[in-house]
């Protein structure tokens, strides 16, 4: 896989921490931060997920369906905020992780 999509994975993960630690706050932010923060997670999990798809790394697959699923704005999985705090944290660890995870193991 070429290093420009892995470079493109990683900065794409840091801006999927990025938004997601910034949902945790309560009050913080409109309800419309909410329904973006759905579709840019969603995106970018799909992302990460095909380049996971690509390098045959079968856990990743797995673990960005499942925040595919969470995150979709098509058909919302409607949670209470706590619920929601704790998602989001762990799918900004998930995101920090694959940065070092997910990569092209025959150029290493």
Same mark, same amino acid.
């Given at each position: 896989?070429?290093?420009?999509?892995?470079?493109?994975? #990683?900065?794409?993960?840091? @801006?999927?921490?990025?938004?997601?630690?910034?949902?945790? $706050?309560?009050? %913080?932010?409109?309800?419309?931060?909410?329904?973006? %923060?759905?579709? !840019?997670? !969603?995106?970018?999990?799909?992302?990460?997920?095909? =380049? !996971?798809?690509?390098?045959?790394?079968?856990?990743? /697959?797995?673990?960005?369906?499942?925040? =595919? /699923? %969470?995150?979709? $704005?098509? =058909?919302? =999985?409607?949670?209470?905020?706590?619920?929601?705090? /704790?998602?989001?944290? /762990?799918? !900004?660890?998930?995101?920090?992780?694959?940065?070092?995870? @997910?990569? #092209?193991?025959? #150029? #290493?």
């Amino acid at each position: 896989m070429d290093k420009d999509i892995i470079k493109n994975k #990683n900065i794409i993960s840091i @801006i999927a921490i990025i938004i997601l630690l910034l949902a945790i $706050p309560s009050g %913080l932010w409109p309800y419309g931060y909410y329904i973006f %923060l759905r579709w !840019a997670i !969603a995106g970018i999990a799909l992302f990460v997920l095909w =380049v !996971a798809y690509e390098l045959k790394e079968k856990t990743w /697959i797995g673990l960005m369906i499942i925040i =595919v /699923i %969470l995150f979709n $704005p098509v =058909v919302p =999985v409607y949670l209470d905020k706590e619920t929601w705090v /704790i998602i989001d944290f /762990i799918a !900004a660890v998930l995101f920090l992780i694959s940065i070092f995870k @997910i990569k #092209n193991h025959e #150029n #290493n």
